[in-house]
């Protein structure tokens, strides 16, 4: 609610641009609270395996146990993280090259991923898994590969719509130059 008034404020009416952008902020900040809630709580479990801390071994060990294993530990990993590759660009809220865009977005998600890896030892119930990290890279770098160029779009009209620097009906653009600039008129002194 504060981040709709904050961009209110700023600009008035508020653009198709940030209206999209505060959108996103909106639903990173619920997702990484998600997902936090889910990876950082405490479980009560009689045991606990060891941290993995080779890569690919509970990737083949998901494998070995069968499809439906497979599908809970790989496709698992894959989702958890993977709306980041669309909400990071979307609170970024400017549509930037793909490849840049892309680079930013999985390092961004690459270090929350850590980060969450890195604090999972000191919950109890929770292991560190390097494959983890993996995935969740992995599912946010497909989810941007496929969503990023119809959310691009997106914010290019939205941009185009109203934003700040927008080209105004009447105004001209970069193929008509308009009339050139005059110099401000100043009268002679007596």
């Known amino acids: ?34 997902v936090g809630w889910l990876t ?7 045991w606990v395996s ?15 146990d069968g499809p439906r294993a497979a599908l809970e530990g790989i ?7 993977a709306p980041l590759g669309v909400l990071l660009p979307m609170a970024a809220g400017r549509a930037a090259s793909r490849l840049g865009s892309w680079a ?6 690459a270090m929350i991923s850590l980060g969450i890896e890195l604090v999972q030892p000191a919950v109890p119930g929770q292991v560190a898994d390097v494959d983890t990290l993996l995935l969740n890279t992995t599912g946010v770098a497909l989810v941007h590969l496929l969503c990023y160029p119809a959310l691009r779009a997106r914010l290019r009209a939205a941009a185009r719509q109203g934003g ?7 105004s001209p653009g970069k193929g008509d130059q308009g009339a ?11």
Do not use: E, K, W
Request: hydrophobic content about 45%; overall charge positive.
């Open 1 to 34: 609610m504060c981040v709709f008034a904050a961009v209110q404020r700023h600009h008035p009416g508020g653009s198709a641009a940030h209206r999209i952008r505060a959108a996103g902020l909106v639903l990173l900040g619920c997702h990484l609270l998600f």
């Open 180 to 190: 050139p600039p005059r110099p401000p008129r100043v009268g002679i002194a007596p």
């Open 50 to 64: 060891p941290a993995n801390l080779r890569p690919f071994a509970s990737i083949h060990a998901d494998l070995a």
């Open 75 to 81: 496709g698992g990993g894959l989702a958890l993280l």
């Open 40 to 46: 950082l709580r405490p479980l009560s479990v009689p």
């Open 104 to 109: 930013r977005t999985v390092f961004a998600a």
């Open 164 to 170: 700040p620097g927008a080209r105004r009906p009447g």
